[in-house]
């Protein structure tokens, strides 16, 4: 169990609005839900009535991740957060990647709340303690279904081997899977706004004990 999340001294001074919402559960996670994929096709429909893609970058949750790759370093417009990366592939009239149920959960509260949220196998991550932090240049990164990622100037998590997290893509090393039993999701709030965190950790844990059967939840604000 992930007993303390921190925020580097980099981090804070680049991004000193941030507050994040940490979610951990034991799950039973299954290949695809029926019921779940109606509600994602739902989202996706009110997705393209109320957005384009250029508004997407407007939604509040999006353009303030998108000014805290500024900040760190990255081009927003070059690494896209994943949220906003969700929404556009939504709107250019392409459904959302179906990849497992536990997954699909988490990209459906992306879709709806604008946050880029990561979802870890808890059973993966080195250590009890993970800090939230700024890439190097030369770090190695290996992205879900991206290869060696150049996360030099993005907000990364740590745990005591490396990098995890970063609101572009999550690491391949800690995923989730069919085998996953306990999670750790991460709501990413740059924008400040604690409610707003906190309403879609409340979702996400509703999703979780509707289709992956959740028990011991545990939802953390933090810093």
């Given at each position: 169990?992930?007993?303390?999340?921190?925020?580097?001294?980099?981090?804070?001074?680049?991004?000193?609005?941030?507050?994040?919402?940490?979610?951990?559960?034991?799950?039973?996670?299954?290949?695809?839900?029926?019921?779940?994929?109606?509600?994602?096709?739902?989202?996706?429909?009110?997705?393209?009535?109320?957005?384009?893609?250029?508004?997407?970058?407007?939604?509040?949750?999006?353009?303030?991740?998108?000014?805290a790759y500024r900040r760190c370093g990255k081009d927003p417009s070059r690494y896209r957060p994943s949220a906003e990366?969700?929404?556009?592939?939504?709107?250019?009239?392409?459904?959302?990647?179906?990849?497992?149920?536990?997954?699909?959960?988490?990209?459906?509260?992306?879709?709806?709340?604008?946050?880029?949220?990561?979802?870890?196998?808890?059973?993966?991550?080195?250590?009890?303690?993970?800090?939230?932090?700024?890439?190097?240049?030369?770090?190695?990164?290996?992205?879900?279904?991206?290869?060696?990622?150049?996360?030099?100037?993005?907000?990364?998590?740590?745990?005591?081997?490396?990098?995890?997290?970063?609101?572009?893509?999550?690491?391949?090393?800690?995923?989730?899977?069919?085998?996953?039993?306990?999670?750790?999701?991460?709501?990413?709030?740059?924008?400040?706004?604690?409610?707003?965190?906190?309403?879609?950790?409340?979702?996400?844990?509703?999703?979780?004990?509707?289709?992956?059967?959740?028990?011991?939840?545990?939802?953390?604000?933090?810093?």
């Amino acid at each position: 169990m992930i007993e303390k999340i921190l925020l580097s001294d980099d981090i804070m001074s680049r991004c000193p609005k941030f507050v994040g919402t940490a979610i951990e559960a034991a799950v039973i996670n299954t290949p695809f839900s029926d019921e779940l994929w109606r509600k994602i096709h739902a989202a996706e429909t009110d997705c393209r009535t109320r957005l384009t893609t250029e508004t997407v970058k407007e939604l509040p949750a999006v353009a303030a991740t998108r000014e805290a790759y500024r900040r760190c370093g990255k081009d927003p417009s070059r690494y896209r957060p994943s949220a906003e990366s969700l929404m556009r592939r939504v709107l250019k009239n392409t459904d959302l990647y179906q990849i497992s149920t536990v997954v699909d959960l988490i990209n459906l509260a992306s879709l709806l709340s604008g946050y880029s949220i990561g979802g870890f196998d808890a059973a993966l991550i080195d250590g009890n303690t993970l800090t939230l932090g700024i890439g190097r240049e030369g770090e190695p990164y290996d992205g879900i279904g991206r290869g060696t990622l150049n996360i030099a100037g993005m907000p990364v998590y740590r745990d005591a081997t490396g990098g995890i997290g970063t609101p572009t893509s999550d690491n391949e090393r800690t995923k989730l899977s069919l085998s996953t039993t306990r999670l750790l999701v991460i709501v990413n709030g740059y924008d400040g706004d604690r409610t707003a965190t906190n309403a879609c950790a409340d979702l996400i844990g509703d999703l979780l004990r509707r289709y992956a059967s959740a028990t011991d939840i545990v939802i953390t604000p933090f810093p």
